[in-house]
């Protein structure tokens, strides 16, 4: 397929380590993917679904100890420790080469090597960025097939040049001791071994997409976000496209796919989506932001998944789609999980394949699901019903807004605007979440989460918030930056804001903060709004409940400013001046609210 000496040698490289029977190269044809299926079904690897039912989709397992992704296994294996930074794993790279060598030599024999080129992006798009992943796992090439574009044409806009990630996988033998997922950021290279599960081998997405391309995004000049893309698109026919970052757990998937309120819907306002994870962005036209997502589908958590919460991403599911570690019914090859607004299947395996029926508890009395809780749909990005049609512009999106979100019981109000983009770069930098339940530890504990980026960051976080700062200067049109909460509760501990589709509501106030057909009111954490400015038309929802959820409390700020400086802490020198500064007049501000200035 390709005569690039560069790509040639490291194939023979790996395939020399490996040792596979043979060697096959993907080319994204139909064809192949459909013996690949039919291979992977006759040795178990894969299961074939109702095809009248779920026409094209296929069921896996993935060993019942990789089920997630392995934050401590995961590493950034730069040439100075200093430059992965406090909130990265590190290992010195030739160390580490070493090292997953001697794990997985040999590690094909009596298997095949896939060779997969693969972009991320359009395909010749000024944002792609191509990538070859050897994988001895038929069940990582068919995601692969689903979450990125798949083509000889890869190889072509490589050239006879070296400018491709080299993304190396092998299972080997699923040895959770011996699992790395490293990243080696001046190389161009990740390395994953004894992992089968999406997140750790699929290395396109969060390893490429992510880590190597916030590090790739700093040398040149651009962005690589853990953002979610979307537009909204008025009654006028105008369309303004919003970049969000949250953390886990904060609904940015339901976000991404928002249905209007039924009055919304009335006056003529649609919601696109253009991207449910990441996104790149770059300065474009007329000097404004642009934003494209380099994904080509999605890989999406099943459990909770039902017509009421995301209804689009369950109508994404219905065709072509990769089901992993959810409930298989065995009735009719159909699956299940947790969640979803049918019944619950009483001849079914449980996604460790044994026997499930619902009522099933343990030696304990605890409830057996059926679905794992982190499982899985792969799904072709084409089949989401509220797809933006500038979803494939090589060009990207214009990016008007960028917002910001955790979920804060109290502190953070339900929106408010930061001054101007250096704030707002401080805004993202402090963003967090508090733990839920009692099971992820102590209830209520804040957890910094930079720009929902803290997993994701391929070097310093200090030089992180830099970049964001030096990104500024570089782009014109700025786009505004805001921070969300929907999660603020009362005193029983119950969300006030109604939270899905009514969000709409506020991001229509930050629409029309953007176009400046909206004023709004200084506060001690940025510009919030004039109640009477979000519209709470058909919603039975007080004014005086949207007071309570824009208060400034001047207790909880202070002990917000405390957290902050701690984690900030861990980036000394390399914490930018910058941000520093922005913290003390936050303190300055907060220290500053009286009784009768606190908003009521």
Not at 162 to 181: A, W
Not at 217 to 237: F, S, V
Not at 483 to 495: A, M, S, Y
């Amino acid at each position: 397929m390709t005569n690039n000496r560069y790509v040639l040698d490291f194939v023979k490289k790996y395939q020399d380590l490996f040792q596979p029977d043979k060697v096959v190269w993907i080319d994204g044809s139909k064809k192949q993917k459909r013996e690949l299926t039919n291979e992977g079904a006759a040795t178990g690897e894969i299961i074939k679904l109702n095809n009248r039912l779920l026409p094209g989709c296929i069921y896996h397992r993935t060993a019942v100890n990789d089920v997630a992704r392995v934050e401590d296994r995961t590493f950034i294996c730069s040439r100075k420790q200093e430059d992965a930074g406090p909130t990265n794993n590190w290992m010195e790279p030739q160390q580490c080469y070493k090292m997953l060598d001697d794990i997985a030599r040999g590690s094909m024999k009596g298997k095949t090597m896939y060779v997969i080129p693969f972009s991320m992006g359009k395909i010749g798009s000024p944002f792609a960025k191509y990538g070859i992943e050897l994988t001895d796992s038929i069940y990582v090439v068919l995601n692969m097939l689903i979450m990125t574009r798949v083509s000889p044409k890869v190889l072509d806009k490589i050239g006879d040049t070296d400018n491709f990630t080299k993304c190396v996988h092998s299972k080997v033998t699923l040895d959770l001791e011996n699992r790395y997922i490293c990243h080696f950021p001046e190389d161009n290279t990740i390395y994953s071994i004894n992992s089968g599960y999406g997140g750790n081998v699929l290395l396109g997405k969060k390893c490429l997409a992510l880590r190597i391309a916030s590090y790739l995004g700093r040398q040149e000049g651009w962005m690589a976000e853990h953002m979610l893309i979307l537009g909204i698109e008025k009654p006028d026919g105008d369309t303004k496209y919003i970049c969000a970052a949250f953390p886990s757990a904060c609904g940015k998937t339901n976000l991404a796919m928002l249905i209007p309120p039924a009055v919304y819907r009335e006056k003529g306002y649609k919601v696109y989506t253009v991207g449910d994870d990441i996104a790149w962005l770059r300065k474009g036209k007329y000097g404004q932001l642009y934003a494209v997502n380099p994904e080509f589908g999605f890989f999406g958590v099943a459990p909770g998944t039902n017509s009421k919460t995301n209804p689009n991403a369950l109508a994404t599911t219905k065709r072509d789609t990769i089901f992993t570690n959810v409930c298989l019914n065995k009735a009719n090859k159909t699956v299940w999980w947790e969640g979803l607004d049918q019944p619950a299947p009483t001849k079914a395996e449980d996604w460790k394949g044994e026997k499930w029926k619902p009522g099933m508890v343990d030696a304990n009395g605890k409830p057996i699901p059926g679905a794992n809780p982190n499982s899985r749909f792969t799904a072709p990005i084409k089949n989401c019903p509220c797809l933006s049609k500038e979803f494939d512009n090589p060009k990207g999106v214009p990016i008007s807004a960028i917002v910001f979100g955790g979920r804060r019981a109290k502190a953070a109000p339900l929106v408010y605007e930061a001054r101007d983009w250096k704030h707002g770069v401080f805004v993202g930098s402090i963003m967090a979440s508090e733990t839920t339940a009692a099971a992820a530890g102590k209830v209520g504990v804040v957890r910094r989460d930079p720009m929902a980026m803290l997993p994701f960051c391929g070097y310093h976080m200090g030089d992180y918030f830099q970049h964001w700062l030096d990104m500024g200067k570089k782009i014109k049109q700025k786009p505004k930056i805001f921070n969300v909460n929907w999660f603020r509760t009362d005193e029983n501990g119950k969300f006030i804001w109604p939270g899905f589709g009514e969000n709409l509501r506020v991001l229509d106030w930050i629409i029309r903060r953007c176009e400046g057909t909206v004023d709004a009111v200084e506060s001690p954490v940025g510009y919030l709004p004039k109640p009477e400015d979000i519209n709470l038309e058909g919603l039975d929802f007080s004014i005086e409940q949207l007071k309570d959820l824009l208060e400034i409390d001047r207790e909880t700020w202070l002990e917000e400013v405390k957290g902050i400086a701690e984690f900030y802490a861990k980036f000394g020198e390399r914490l930018p001046k910058e941000l520093t500064k922005q913290l003390k007049e936050l303190k300055k501000r907060v220290r500053a609210i009286g009784k009768e200035t606190q908003n009521k």
